[in-house]
């Protein structure tokens, strides 16, 4: 169980406290840490993160390569791995299969 995190703040409930989550929610809230996250900007942890900052909807076999540079953030979660990457006008959303099922993470501006 961990504290639901949404736009960079935790989300309170109706009584004032911090929510929480758990199971698949809590292992796409881990994975969408990660994605976002740019690989190296933590001093006590360099491998953490991805390099999709760099990445560019206009670059041959883009969605590809969004794809591998998912892959690689998610190397730390066990049985964790993003299955497929389609770019949006916003962004990116990545199809990412879990040990507890499937679900899906909107990245925007990039």
């Known amino acids: ?7 960079g703040g ?6 004032g406290l911090p929510e929480t989550v758990e199971g698949l929610e ?15 900007s933590l001093p006590y942890n360099r491998e953490l993160g991805s390099g999709l900052y ?7 076999r883009a969605e590809d390569r969004a794809l591998a ?5 998610l190397q ?5 791995r993003a299955v497929s990457a389609r ?6 959303v990545f199809s990412v299969a879990t040990p507890l099922g ?5 990245l925007g501006d990039l």
């Open 54 to 60: 760099q990445w560019s909807p206009q670059e041959d």
């Open 10 to 15: 935790f989300v309170l409930g109706p009584n």
């Open 76 to 80: 730390g979660l066990e049985g964790v």
């Open 102 to 106: 499937e679900g899906e993470i909107t």
């Open 26 to 40: 809590e292992l796409l809230q881990y994975a969408r840490l990660r994605l976002t996250l740019r690989r190296g």
């Open 69 to 73: 540079l998912a892959n690689e953030a």
């Open 87 to 92: 770019a949006v006008d916003s962004g990116l």
């Open 1 to 7: 169980m961990d504290t639901r995190v949404e736009n």
